[in-house]
């Protein structure tokens, strides 16, 4: 057994020790403890580092909040930096810390002796950071006590050089909290649990990591992540070179490469690799024992043992999967409210903003409700009409409020074809049948936009749903749907108008009840919003560049919700070069 220490399981004691030190309440024992940990793993000595940097920005926050708020204030900083200035005059240029890149080639050795240079190097923090501390607290308690947290403030003045940040998510939801909205920046030793959808970080140094549910991570360094379980893909571009994805029991480190990481709940990790190599380190074994992975190598590490596994390169994720982005709705005068303006797709790894009148419209043919005989969906004080009237109200415009809804549904997708028509004495399928007003080509990624009114009382991730072919031919078949591109839960939605509800005296046996019968208005009290999935007709089973005329629409029938479909609509074929 080697005496390296995981420094993931160490790091609470090394904060305790510190604090200790800090306090000036830490016996001989635990100066030897600390010595022990410092010596013997430069990753604790990072860990330890930046522990304590910490503490001097916390001082660094405590004296500018302080300055702002008290004239006194003066002369703690004074203190301060004549403390600081002191405690660095007796450290060697070898041992300044004023950089991160320096303090980390710093720690890249093992260090040759005892605790005292150590000592040294954060003397200042600590001197300096009870000075402050002890000014601070007897002359400003009462003016911070409405104010954020000191890790708060200290997170938030961190620099850009430091920033880890979320480049782009899919569907990403977090547990206990929200995920951030694309651009922002994650914290520093802080826990995130995906539990649905994928994530994609930015390190400072260029590595992007692609995570996708259920996954467990804690960012612990500029150059390294913490995969406690779960799943992530990393490509580490020129310059990045020795980024570290850490996992329970091993420490994978980049050599130049795209690698894959598997984590399971015991620990056992599984490494793929891509391109170029990647250097593996059971963190029970001696640096003598490190596993060198190049392109097309894979193997598995559990419980101290390594094994060769099938290189399986599915496994490594590239890019997020297409989808639709995000949509806008027009919001400057209250007749335009809850429209469709414009929604960006991305086909291919590419995202494309398509304009609402770029986009192909639709014609109901079919449509026959289940028991929610509330099938209409109009703006409030507009008059539904009806024949011709009402379905050229509901079918050409783009508002995400106003709509058919609540079609009838199956447990059972579609294996033949739909009955829209009584010409063959069979009942009615139920569900809605809609005819693009053009035909759309299947090209790579999303080809429809489907557009859905919840509540938060209905499902969280949008209410399922089956699409099928008009006419079934060999190879194609059904596709359900049962999580949506933007849910409830995705900054992305957005907020609906209220609007009126058309509930019918009878169920809706045919588009021509629904166009034609009689019904009551109906105000829900709720709010809802509008969320959206794509739908690509391959997962239907149409070739490449297949036209296709019209799609049908079913309810899952999961639960007593039926889906809302407010607005679809097809994408343009756009020629590429060289077609």
Same mark, same amino acid.
């Given at each position: 057994?080697?005496?390296?220490?995981?420094?993931?399981?160490?790091?609470?004691?090394?904060? !305790?020790?510190?604090?200790?030190?800090?306090?000036?309440?830490?016996?001989?024992? !635990?100066?030897?403890?600390?010595?022990?940990?410092?010596?013997?793993?430069?990753?604790?000595?990072?860990?330890?580092?930046?522990?304590?940097?910490?503490?001097?920005?916390?001082?660094?926050?405590?004296?500018?909040?302080?300055?702002?708020?008290?004239?006194?204030?003066?002369?703690?900083?004074?203190?301060?930096?004549?403390?600081?200035?002191?405690?660095?005059?007796?450290?060697?240029?070898?041992?300044?810390?004023?950089?991160?890149?320096?303090?980390?080639?710093?720690?890249?050795?093992?260090?040759?002796?005892?605790?005292?240079?150590?000592?040294?190097?954060?003397?200042?923090?600590?001197?300096?950071?009870?000075?402050?501390?002890?000014?601070?607290?007897?002359?400003?308690?009462?003016?911070?006590?409405? !104010?954020?947290?000191?890790?708060?403030?200290?997170?938030?003045?961190?620099?850009?050089?430091?920033?880890?940040?979320?480049?782009?998510?899919?569907?990403?939801?977090?547990?206990?909290?929200?995920?951030?909205?694309?651009?922002?920046?994650?914290?520093?030793?802080?826990?995130?649990?995906?539990?649905?959808?994928?994530?994609?970080?930015?390190?400072?140094?260029?590595?992007?990591?692609?995570?996708?549910?259920?996954?467990?991570?804690?960012?612990?360094?500029?150059?390294?992540?913490?995969?406690?379980?779960?799943?992530?893909?990393?490509?580490?571009?020129?310059?990045?070179?020795?980024?570290?994805?850490?996992?329970?029991?091993?420490?994978?480190?980049?050599?130049?490469?795209?690698?894959?990481?598997?984590?399971?709940?015991?620990?056992?990790?599984?490494?793929?690799?891509?391109?170029?190599?990647?250097?593996?380190?059971?963190?029970?074994?001696?640096?003598?024992?490190?596993?060198?992975?190049?392109?097309?190598?894979?193997?598995?590490?559990?419980?101290?043992?390594?094994?060769?596994?099938?290189?399986?390169?599915?496994?490594?994720?590239?890019?997020?999967?297409?989808?639709?982005?995000?949509?806008?709705?027009?919001?400057?005068?209250?007749?335009?409210?809850?429209?469709?303006?414009?929604?960006?797709?991305?086909?291919?790894?590419?995202?494309?903003?398509?304009?609402?009148?770029?986009?192909?419209?639709?014609?109901?043919?079919?449509?026959?409700?289940?028991?929610?005989?509330?099938?209409?969906?109009?703006?409030?004080?507009?008059?539904?009409?009806?024949?011709?009237?009402?379905?050229?109200?509901?079918?050409?415009?783009?508002?995400?409020?106003?709509?058919?809804?609540?079609?009838?549904?199956?447990?059972?997708?579609?294996?033949?074809?739909?009955?829209?028509?009584?010409?063959?004495?069979?009942?009615?399928?139920?569900?809605?049948?809609?005819?693009?007003?053009?035909?759309?080509?299947?090209?790579?990624?999303?080809?429809?936009?489907?557009?859905?009114?919840?509540?938060?009382?209905?499902?969280?991730?949008?209410?399922?749903?089956?699409?099928?072919?008009?006419?079934?031919?060999?190879?194609?078949?059904?596709?359900?749907?049962?999580?949506?591109?933007?849910?409830?839960?995705?900054? !992305?939605?957005?907020?609906?108008?209220?609007?009126?509800?058309?509930?019918?005296?009878?169920?809706?046996?045919?588009?021509?009840?629904?166009?034609?019968?009689?019904?009551?208005?109906?105000?829900?009290?709720?709010?809802?919003?509008?969320?959206?999935?794509?739908?690509?007709?391959?997962?239907?089973?149409?070739?490449?560049?297949?036209?296709?005329?019209?799609?049908?629409?079913?309810?899952?029938?999961?639960?007593?919700?039926?889906?809302?479909?407010?607005?679809?609509?097809?994408?343009?074929?756009?020629?590429?070069?060289?077609?």
């Amino acid at each position: 057994m080697s005496q390296n220490n995981n420094p993931h399981t160490s790091r609470p004691r090394l904060e !305790e020790l510190g604090s200790a030190f800090i306090d000036r309440t830490i016996t001989q024992e !635990e100066i030897e403890e600390l010595d022990f940990l410092l010596r013997d793993d430069s990753r604790n000595r990072i860990l330890f580092l930046r522990y304590m940097d910490l503490q001097s920005e916390m001082v660094n926050v405590l004296v500018r909040d302080s300055d702002e708020k008290n004239a006194k204030a003066d002369s703690v900083f004074d203190w301060a930096s004549t403390l600081a200035e002191y405690a660095a005059s007796r450290q060697t240029s070898s041992q300044t810390r004023t950089h991160q890149s320096k303090r980390e080639s710093a720690v890249a050795t093992p260090c040759q002796g005892n605790l005292a240079p150590w000592i040294v190097s954060v003397a200042s923090v600590a001197v300096s950071l009870m000075f402050a501390i002890a000014f601070y607290t007897t002359q400003s308690v009462e003016s911070i006590k409405n !104010e954020p947290t000191l890790v708060q403030q200290v997170v938030a003045k961190k620099t850009d050089q430091d920033l880890v940040r979320l480049s782009d998510l899919a569907g990403a939801e977090l547990f206990n909290e929200m995920a951030p909205a694309k651009g922002y920046s994650l914290q520093y030793q802080h826990e995130y649990a995906l539990v649905n959808g994928m994530m994609s970080l930015i390190f400072p140094c260029g590595a992007e990591v692609i995570l996708e549910a259920p996954s467990v991570i804690e960012i612990t360094d500029p150059m390294q992540l913490l995969v406690k379980a779960g799943k992530c893909s990393v490509h580490a571009p020129d310059g990045a070179e020795g980024f570290q994805v850490i996992t329970p029991q091993t420490e994978v480190t980049d050599l130049g490469t795209r690698f894959s990481v598997s984590v399971d709940e015991g620990g056992n990790t599984e490494v793929q690799v891509i391109e170029g190599a990647a250097e593996v380190r059971q963190l029970d074994k001696n640096d003598s024992e490190k596993v060198l992975l190049k392109e097309k190598q894979a193997s598995r590490f559990d419980g101290g043992e390594s094994s060769s596994v099938d290189f399986t390169p599915s496994q490594y994720r590239s890019q997020l999967p297409d989808r639709i982005v995000g949509f806008h709705l027009a919001n400057e005068s209250q007749d335009s409210k809850g429209k469709l303006e414009s929604v960006s797709i991305q086909h291919a790894g590419v995202q494309r903003l398509y304009h609402v009148d770029e986009l192909i419209g639709v014609e109901v043919i079919h449509f026959r409700g289940g028991n929610n005989t509330s099938n209409l969906s109009t703006h409030i004080g507009v008059s539904a009409g009806e024949g011709d009237a009402r379905r050229a109200a509901l079918e050409t415009d783009a508002f995400l409020h106003t709509g058919l809804i609540n079609p009838g549904g199956s447990r059972e997708p579609l294996t033949q074809d739909p009955v829209m028509s009584h010409a063959d004495g069979k009942e009615l399928t139920l569900g809605m049948a809609i005819r693009f007003r053009e035909p759309v080509v299947n090209r790579p990624g999303p080809d429809v936009v489907f557009f859905e009114l919840q509540s938060a009382m209905n499902p969280v991730a949008g209410d399922g749903f089956h699409v099928s072919p008009l006419k079934f031919q060999p190879n194609l078949r059904s596709h359900t749907v049962m999580r949506y591109d933007i849910t409830l839960n995705s900054p !992305e939605a957005w907020a609906l108008p209220d609007f009126e509800l058309m509930q019918f005296d009878s169920q809706i046996q045919s588009l021509d009840d629904l166009l034609n019968g009689t019904f009551e208005i109906r105000n829900p009290a709720m709010s809802f919003w509008a969320i959206a999935v794509s739908i690509d007709f391959s997962d239907l089973g149409y070739a490449d560049n297949s036209i296709v005329e019209g799609l049908f629409f079913q309810d899952v029938m999961d639960d007593e919700h039926f889906i809302d479909p407010v607005f679809i609509a097809g994408l343009p074929f756009e020629q590429e070069e060289g077609e």
